[in-house]
């Protein structure tokens, strides 16, 4: 016998109207059993297609959730990835920058320090004031007079000066290495070339003036000028391009697989 479930079994009312439709066309006993083998066929059919359906129904929401939780997970990693990249780059150029500047400063063929050699016992007062000299180096200063005075201030502020500089390129070249996994490598390698340079730049004039070499203070500026400048600009060009491209990317970002249903 057919076995069929709660569900599919013919009620009383259902099977007396289908044996009335029989008897009155003269249907035979072989005839009922055909219509009744029929009947309950189609019915199980149908309730076997309607299972299936609902099964891939449940099937395709499960999958669906699966990939919509993928994709977000993938988004938001890569998200987060762009935004810690828009925060080092601008970081890093502004260290460089910073770097490159009080090089060039330091580095100059033309540089500045203020006439000591000429101020009086007053004027030198005010200025000590104000210096970043230690109390040592100041009372030296009292003591000296003329030529002597401004070439023992010229000396000694410049490694004040030379201490300032080592720090920011110090800041600046640590700051790229940490982060290198944010950059592209092309970049990063562009900037550990420039970090380089930048203390190739700051031995060559600090042993230059230690030693009183002229020459070599003249090397260090044509490192800052001939090698440090044009690499500068070439990262500053690619930095900006690459700050462009970031921001299209997040302005068309792909939306989620679930709006694609």
Request: aromatic residues 12%; proline residues 2%.
């Amino acid at each position: 016998m057919l076995n069929l479930g709660e569900d599919q079994r013919m009620t009383q009312a259902e099977a007396w109207e289908f044996f009335k439709q029989f008897i009155v066309t003269g249907g035979g006993a072989a005839a009922i059993a055909y219509g009744l083998f029929k009947w309950l066929g189609q019915k199980w059919i149908e309730d076997k297609f309607s299972q299936r359906l609902e099964h891939l129904r449940q099937t395709n929401a499960k999958e669906l959730a699966e990939l919509k939780v993928k994709w977000d997970t993938d988004l938001q990693g890569r998200l987060k990835y762009q935004e810690r990249e828009f925060t080092v780059i601008p970081d890093a150029w502004e260290k460089l920058a910073d770097a490159f500047g009080l090089v060039s400063w330091l580095t100059s063929r033309t540089k500045q320090y203020a006439d000591v050699e000429a101020m009086n016992d007053a004027e030198l007062e005010q200025f000590l004031k104000d210096s970043e000299l230690l109390e040592t180096q100041k009372e030296q200063m009292r003591q000296r007079k003329g030529r002597d005075r401004a070439e023992y201030y010229q000396h000694t502020i410049f490694f004040h000066r030379y201490q300032r500089v080592e720090t920011a390129v110090s800041q600046f070249s640590v700051y790229a290495n940490r982060n290198f996994l944010f950059m592209p490598e092309a970049l990063f390698v562009k900037l550990g070339i420039l970090s380089d340079l930048l203390y190739s730049a700051l031995t060559t004039v600090r042993i230059g003036h230690e030693n009183h070499v002229g020459h070599m203070v003249g090397e260090a500026a044509e490192i800052t000028a001939g090698k440090i400048r044009p690499l500068f600009e070439e990262v500053q060009s690619d930095m900006r391009l690459l700050m462009a491209t970031h921001r299209r990317e997040l302005e068309h970002q792909p939306s989620s697989p679930e709006s694609r249903y």
